[in-house]
């Protein structure tokens, strides 16, 4: 099969299922490799997330002390979109190991990178002992991290997803994302304890609690992925490329072939990543410095967030799998418009249910859209480069979606503290996610998209 046909391929995939290709019948249990897969997302997304809550609660004193509350915030959020650089390369790095020598492999490796940098992150001394260099080093250290965080979700997805029996794929495939929801309870839910010590004692020393705890979680998730097999859909393509011609690079094969479809996924996962930012992240700022909010008041109303997304993504992929991912996702995606205004007039209620409930609220509208979304854009790939662009849309759109927080602090301070800026921009991001999921059609001549 040459690049031109795979590109084709990959253009016209059904949206209810990667394409089958020339997988063997036999699959190992799918619900054991959808557990290892939320485990492991788990791991991965309770590092990710300990990083994002305390670069809005302690980073700016710890590492910005002399920039004031206000730009220390921003730098602070600042080293979050920085680090994150760092993705699409793992996307790329780790999306080749996976296709090329497998999936699990390349899990494996990306979450000891993640469990390595996370406690090196928990190691690392703050402005008043080394100066500027520190978070120079803090900027350093989230660039590794988010070079597994690239390598890690794409994998996860397909993981669950190519072992699924074919009817209860969203199912199946939304447990890494049950997995993310896992692992921000964990993280909130660790902050939200320790900040009860008190904030001095939270930006002295406590903070270093959850990332160095990270290094049990990590060392439980690698037991675990080192017990699955490996992709059935994989070897299928493994073995079919040892008959053919050698195909080029992975990556060389989305972009040259496949980029239209690259971008428009890059553009549908945009909100689900860029909304979570603005919910979690600035919210959270936005509730302590604000409204005055505690640190552990905010951190708890993000751990109610994060049940939303465990009790729902399983549920929503259910209904996925019944009505139509294609459908689920835009009515999430389109969800999000409608909560863009409320949740801010839900915070300015200054009780601490409407802080919940404006965490919640637009929560539940991501976790409709994010939990069959990983499934439906899978299959706009062909197995041969399906890690590698499923991962690199993913990650160009964390890339983008991790400048919200900083985007989002500039637009508030700049307009004399008004939400209301933040608030539009939450809300186009949303549109331009549905105008890209409605843009993507199959090509002609392949099979019809079943799941509408």
């Known amino acids: 099969m040459t690049a031109a046909a795979s590109a084709e391929n990959a253009e016209g995939a059904e949206d209810s299922a990667p394409?089958?290709?020339?997988?063997?019948?036999?699959?190992?249990?799918?619900?054991?490799?959808?557990?290892?897969?939320?485990i492991g997302t788990s791991v991965e997304w309770y590092d990710f997330g300990i990083y994002a809550t305390a670069s809005a609660l302690v980073f700016p004193d710890l590492f910005f002390p002399d920039a004031g509350p206000a730009l220390g915030t921003l730098l602070s959020f600042t080293?979050?979109?920085?680090?994150?650089?760092?993705?699409?390369?793992?996307?790329?790095?780790?999306?080749?190991?996976?296709?090329?020598?497998?999936?699990?492999?390349?899990?494996?490796?990306?979450?000891?990178?993640?469990?390595?940098?996370?406690?090196?992150?928990?190691?690392?001394p703050g402005y008043a002992t080394l100066g500027v260099a520190a978070p120079i080093l803090l900027v350093l250290i989230r660039m590794t991290q988010s070079l597994a965080v690239g390598g890690e979700w794409g994998g996860a997805v397909l993981f669950a997803v190519e072992h699924a029996p074919p009817r209860r794929r969203a199912f199946f495939g939304s447990?890494?994302?049950?997995?993310?929801?896992?692992?921000?309870?964990?993280?909130?839910?660790?902050?939200?304890?320790?900040?009860?010590?008190?904030?001095?004692?939270?930006?002295?020393?406590?903070?270093?609690?959850?990332f160095l705890l990270s290094a049990v979680l990590v060392l439980l998730g690698l037991v675990i992925r080192s017990s699955i097999e490996e992709s059935p859909e994989f070897e299928a393509a493994r073995a079919a490329e040892e008959t053919e011609a050698k195909q080029s690079a992975p990556?060389?094969?989305?972009?040259?072939?496949?980029?239209?479809?690259?971008?428009?996924?890059?553009?549908?996962?945009?909100?689900?990543?860029?909304?979570?930012?603005?919910?979690?992240?600035?919210?959270?700022?936005?509730?302590?410095?604000?409204?005055?909010?505690?640190?552990?008041?905010?951190a708890g109303a993000g751990t109610a967030a994060s049940v939303v997304v465990i009790v729902c993504t399983p549920l929503a992929a259910l209904a996925a799998d019944r009505f139509g991912m294609r459908r689920l996702t835009m009515a999430g995606i389109l969800l999000h418009l409608v909560v863009a205004f409320p949740m801010f007039w839900l915070a300015?209620?200054?009780?601490?249910?409407?802080?919940w409930?404006?965490?919640?609220?637009?929560?539940?509208?991501?976790?409709?859209?994010?939990?069959?979304?990983?499934t439906l854009l899978s299959g706009w790939f062909t197995p041969r480069v399906r890690y590698t662009g499923l991962s690199m849309s993913f990650q160009l759109a964390g890339l983008i979606g991790s400048a919200a927080p900083s985007a989002a602090t500039w637009l508030f301070t700049t307009t004399g503290n008004s939400w209301t800026p933040v608030a539009l921009a939450f809300a186009a991001m949303a549109a331009l996610s549905a105008t890209c999921l409605a843009l993507h059609r199959p090509a002609r001549g392949t099979a019809p998209e079943t799941a509408l």
């Not at 979109?81 to 492999?105: C, E, N, Q």
Request: aromatic share 12%; glycine share 14%; hydrophobic share 50%.
């Open 19 to 38: 394409p089958p290709g020339d997988a063997p019948p036999r699959r190992a249990n799918p619900w054991k490799v959808a557990s290892a897969s939320l």
């Open 175 to 210: 447990f890494p994302q049950v997995g993310d929801g896992v692992g921000y309870f964990l993280s909130t839910g660790v902050f939200a304890l320790i900040a009860l010590l008190g904030h001095d004692a939270l930006v002295d020393w406590a903070w270093r609690i959850p």
């Open 357 to 374: 409930a404006a965490m919640c609220l637009p929560m539940l509208a991501s976790t409709i859209a994010y939990a069959s979304i990983g």
């Open 348 to 355: 300015d209620t200054r009780t601490l249910g409407g802080l």
């Open 251 to 298: 990556v060389i094969g989305v972009v040259r072939d496949a980029w239209r479809t690259w971008l428009l996924a890059t553009g549908a996962f945009l909100i689900t990543v860029g909304g979570y930012y603005v919910i979690v992240t600035f919210m959270s700022t936005y509730a302590v410095g604000q409204l005055g909010f505690s640190e552990s008041e905010a």
């Open 79 to 124: 080293t979050l979109f920085v680090g994150s650089l760092g993705r699409p390369l793992g996307a790329i790095i780790f999306g080749h190991i996976g296709d090329r020598y497998g999936r699990k492999k390349a899990l494996i490796w990306s979450m000891l990178l993640m469990g390595v940098a996370t406690v090196a992150v928990g190691l690392l």
